[in-house]
């Protein structure tokens, strides 16, 4: 178990020395989500967490497949890449191995991260690609107006499913936890300063990052998420899960987790007097068996960083290999196109 | 019997001297038979004759052993004149079982020498290959000379008391047949000799053993007489300089390199394992001192969306893949297309559609190239001729790319990735570096405006500061880039990309003409056919008709003076391993009456298909 001492909120570096502001990172491009769209939320939680990371915006990207999130880019006065359906990721892994200073944020959401694109979402997760992936997860298709997604709950009716899917829908958490994501979280859309504080963990984390966003879509699944993330249930129906604290919930802070073998198990009790056998959360732990339980827990549901390990990123291996390629031959083109056998023909 | 421990003396066999030779090797894929063909080739370009190869192997790793399906050859041509193609009919096979000879003895000249490992002629072996009789027994090779060589029991003998097992010394039986083939036509062995000596550094033994198979095959095929006499190829006129044996595969990835050289970029390969494309893979992934950077990604989509993500990030980016692979890919090369990035798309082609023909050659991927996307999505399209030229035509594709910010289409095919020929080598000092555009000042700065020259817009790497911009699929705004769905910008911006892929047509140079610039035939060729073509034409041109043909690298656009060369002719014929994309390409734009003249089994022209074809054309008077 982690010690109680290591508070994750002093490791975070502080602002750089460039003076930069929301405004900044404005695009002039209008905003085009409907009015009362989640994403609104987000951009501006975004917009206002970039200048603290002290990084200039010409070294931030922001690269998005297609859907209502994926506009994300347009809006960001960073550099950005609005490419195809569920691709992100592939055009992110390019873009940052490639060119290792940039940071390089992926906006995705619900059928582009999980559905046409899961392939490489799995993959860019498992090669811990330095990218921060949030997906927006609104359980619909928004910009098609209105068909089930991959986190549809089964028997919604939609209009590609007007008697209910039939379709089992795929827990986001757990599929990245699967993947070896090093960093993942989740967050609401309603809930701005948690948002915040999850997005600036994410942004100071080397390696794959994992954010799912519940986010609402106004108009073709209004209240996604009300039934745990409303204002007046939300203490009661989710959890913030710290490092190293025990995970307790509820507005009276007289609930909480405990393991009854394998499974979690929710316990009363009275906040003076907390029971010492409840469940210590360690986003550090080597395996992500414990984390994946969290994932799968209904109620509460947990939000907050779910896993946080460091390994080796992609571009770093990519260039220690070329660093060790030179050291052990320079590059000389002649030579190369001479190959390993020549023979002269005399005039 | 031969004794291999004194060295081979002499011959006083009578020696012929012929001007060129074809031989073929074939065994199951396991006999080592690249392995023979590749040494053979070697020897063959140190004893300074022109030549080509075709290697032909089955799409399994390992099919059964014996059967027809694991059947894996080695062709090559040699001569002391020029050569152009692998030849159309072995002067010479080697069959190292009944399966290879069930494959492979109908495409054998008449009359020609037909070596079979008899050993591998029992039940068992001849009924895996189909045969109910005995082959070398019932007459049905009549039209050949067959030598039957007990190839297992000799090399058994040569290797005997060296302690070997009896696998080992099985693996030797292919170098046995090669010194067989080293004294027919008159090689020195040095070269495989010190190959085998490198090979095997580890294991002495193993280098005793294939010296031994070699040696001793050499001084069988002698003092057994079993051919009566031997040849000589003598050298070639060939241009002088330093040479190599090079394939297309190899060829085309030291092109990127040296491209990734001249453009003064890191180079980015985004690539998903695919037959025949993979060598490519494998060869730049060989050479990461040159800050080669090879992505192998969970899948086609993967690799171009990368090579795309790293264009956008300054790198020359490349994807490679076979036809198949280029399906998937169809999507993100419109999103290069929309997002003019300089793109270079490398397509091996191979039989199609769908799995099609792995292992096998075809060049039906035109239309895919020029065509295969959604929207009006035109993207230039160049083609390589000849192993060798893999080389320049990478390169050229990677400088068109860059300097029209546009994808640019490589097409090679199976024939020319693993066939090879002797490579004048380039001068790396020669070769000529990218222009490079400086970036217009910060306040200038408009994502789409573009260069009058090339119609090419800025390349900012992101990174720098001032220059920050939002790429993407949706429709831009002309000069500023920005979203737009306005009707009269769309068709404003669709003209604007076809005519920037057009002004590259001013980078082609002038087409050569093999023969006279009027006549009755021209023939128009593109890609892996130009030996054949080339040599087919060289033919009807020494028979004294009025023939000439042209070889287009460049497919989109093509080259500004094709019109009027074709004027030039009453005859066009162009020769296609397809049903005819280049000819349809070529009727609509000039509305010419071209002939087709094509062929699509997977294999590549013969000359004399070329010659038939073209003759009938003349007889015909159409």
Redesign the interface.
């Known amino acids: 178990m982690p010690a109680e001492s290591d508070n994750e909120m002093e490791i975070l570096p502080a602002a750089g020395p460039i003076a930069q502001t929301a405004k900044d990172f404005k695009s002039d491009q209008m905003v085009r989500w409907c009015p009362g769209c989640g994403d609104f939320a987000i951009l501006a939680t975004v917009q206002k967490l970039m200048p603290t990371l002290g990084i200039p915006r010409e070294k931030i990207a922001f690269v998005s497949g297609i859907g209502c999130s994926s506009r994300f880019p347009y809006y960001m006065n960073t550099y950005g890449f609005h490419s195809i359906h569920g691709r992100a990721p592939t055009v992110a892994t390019g873009l940052k191995c490639a060119n290792p200073d940039m940071q390089v944020w992926v906006v995705t959401g619900d059928g582009d991260g999980l559905s046409i694109g899961g392939n490489h979402l799995i993959h860019a997760l498992r090669r811990n690609v330095d990218l921060k992936i949030l997906l927006f997860n609104n359980r619909i298709y928004g910009l098609t107006k209105g068909q089930y997604s991959p986190t549809s709950e089964i028997g919604k009716k939609t209009k590609s499913s007007p008697m209910g899917t039939i379709d089992a829908p795929l827990n986001p958490i757990s599929l990245a936890l699967a993947s070896e994501a090093s960093f993942v979280a989740r967050a609401v859309d309603t809930d701005l300063p948690f948002l915040s504080e999850v997005l600036t963990r994410a942004a100071h984390h080397k390696g794959s990052v994992f954010v799912e966003i519940f986010q609402n879509c106004i108009v073709f699944n209004d209240g996604a998420f009300e039934n745990v993330a409303a204002k007046d249930v939300r203490e009661e129906k989710m959890m913030k899960v710290q490092h190293g604290k025990p995970m307790i919930f509820g507005a009276k802070k007289d609930k909480g987790i405990r393991l009854n073998g394998l499974e979690p198990e929710v316990v009363t009790f009275d906040p003076a007097a907390p029971p010492k056998d409840l469940f210590v959360h360690d986003e550090k732990a080597p395996s992500a068996t414990l984390a994946n339980m969290l994932g799968h827990l209904a109620e509460p549901v947990p939000q907050g960083i779910f896993r946080a390990v460091e390994r080796p990123m992609l571009h770093e291996l990519m260039d220690a290999q070329i660093d060790q390629a030179r050291t052990a031959k320079p590059a000389d083109l002649q030579k190369l196109l001479n190959g390993p056998e020549t023979w002269t023909v005399a005039a | 019997m031969s004794d291999t421990s004194t060295p081979p003396k002499p011959s006083k066999l009578p020696i012929e001297e012929i001007e060129s030779a074809v031989i073929r090797f074939a065994g199951d894929s396991g006999d080592g038979i690249q392995l023979t063909g590749m040494q053979f080739t070697?020897t063959t370009?140190?004893a300074?004759n022109d030549l080509a190869t075709f290697p032909d192997f089955p799409a399994e790793i390992r099919a059964p052993v014996g059967t027809t399906a694991g059947v894996s050859g080695f062709q090559i041509q040699f001569s002391s004149r020029q050569v152009l193609t692998p030849g159309d009919a072995p002067d010479v096979f080697v069959a190292m079982n009944p399966a290879a000879l069930q494959a492979n003895y109908k495409d054998v000249k008449k009359g020609g020498m037909i070596l079979v490992n008899k050993d591998t002629f029992n039940a068992g072996n001849l009924k895996k290959a189909g045969y109910a009789v005995n082959p070398l027994e019932d007459g049905s090779l009549s039209d050949f000379r067959v030598i039957p060589v007990e190839l297992g029991r000799l090399t058994r003998n040569a290797l005997d008391g060296m302690g070997l097992t009896a696998t080992e010394t099985e693996r030797c039986k292919n170098f046995f047949a090669l010194g067989m083939m080293y004294w027919l036509y008159d090689r020195p062995m040095e070269a495989t000799l010190k190959w085998i000596e490198t090979k095997f550094k580890k294991n002495p033994k193993y280098v005793e053993a294939n010296h031994k198979a070699l040696h001793a095959g050499n001084a069988y095929a002698e003092t057994a007489e079993i051919f009566g006499h031997h040849f000589r190829v003598n050298k070639a006129p060939?241009?002088?300089?330093?040479?190599?044996?090079?394939t297309g595969n190899?060829a085309t990835a030291?092109g990127f390199?040296?491209a990734s050289?001249g453009a003064g970029r890191?180079l980015?390969y985004?690539s998903y394992p695919i037959t025949p494309a993979s060598d490519v893979l494998h060869e730049l992934s060989k050479?990461?001192?040159?800050?080669?950077?090879t992505?192998q990604?969970?899948?086609e989509?993967?690799?171009?969306?990368?090579?795309?993500?790293?264009?956008?990030?300054?790198?020359l980016?490349l994807t490679g893949t076979s036809g198949p692979g280029i399906a998937l890919k169809a999507?993100?090369i419109?999103?290069a297309v929309m997002?003019e990035l300089p793109l270079i798309i490398l397509n091996v082609q191979r039989g199609g559609p769908s799995t099609g023909l792995p292992t096998k050659t075809e060049q039906a991927d035109l239309f895919q190239a020029m065509y295969g996307r959604n929207g009006e999505c035109p993207a230039i399209v160049v083609a390589a001729a000849t192993p060798g030229d893999c080389f320049q035509m990478a390169y050229e594709a990677a400088r068109l790319a860059v300097k029209y910010m546009t994808p640019v289409f490589l097409l090679t095919d199976g024939y020319l990735a693993n066939g090879s020929e002797p490579w004048l080598?380039?001068?790396?000092?020669d070769l000529k570096p990218f222009e490079k555009v400086p970036l217009p000042p910060v306040g200038e700065f408009k994502l789409y405006k573009r260069d009058p020259e090339t119609m090419a817009r800025p390349w900012v790497?992101?990174?720098?500061?001032?220059?920050?911009?939002?790429?993407?699929?949706?429709e831009k705004q002309d000069v500023t880039g920005?979203?737009s769905y306005d009707p009269d910008n769309h068709e404003r911006m669709v003209r604007l990309r076809a005519a920037k892929v057009n002004k590259a047509a001013q980078d082609i140079p002038p087409l050569e003409i093999l023969g006279e610039k009027k006549g009755k035939v021209l023939v128009i060729g593109w890609g892996g056919t130009y030996g054949a073509i080339t040599a087919g034409v060289q033919n009807l041109q020494k028979a004294g008709k009025s023939v000439s043909s042209i070889h287009l690298r460049h497919l989109n656009p093509l080259p500004p003076d094709l019109g009027d060369i074709m004027a030039g002719f009453d005859h066009v014929v162009i020769p296609e391993l397809n049903m005819g994309q280049l000819l349809k390409i070529i009727r609509a734009k000039y509305l010419v009456p071209a002939t087709g003249l094509n062929k699509i089994k997977g294999q590549p022209f013969k000359v004399t298909e070329i010659e038939e074809g073209v003759e009938a054309i003349l007889k015909g008077g159409k």
């Open positions: 070697t370009a140190f300074g060939i241009k002088p300089g330093l040479y190599r044996n090079i190899e030291l390199i040296a050289v890191p980015w985004g050479n990461k001192n040159f800050g080669v950077k992505f990604a969970e899948d989509i993967a690799a171009v969306g990368s090579a795309i993500g790293a264009a956008f990030a300054g790198h980016a999507e993100a419109g999103l997002t080598i380039p001068q790396a000092k790497s992101p990174g720098t500061a001032g220059y920050e911009h939002r790429l993407g699929g949706i920005n979203i």
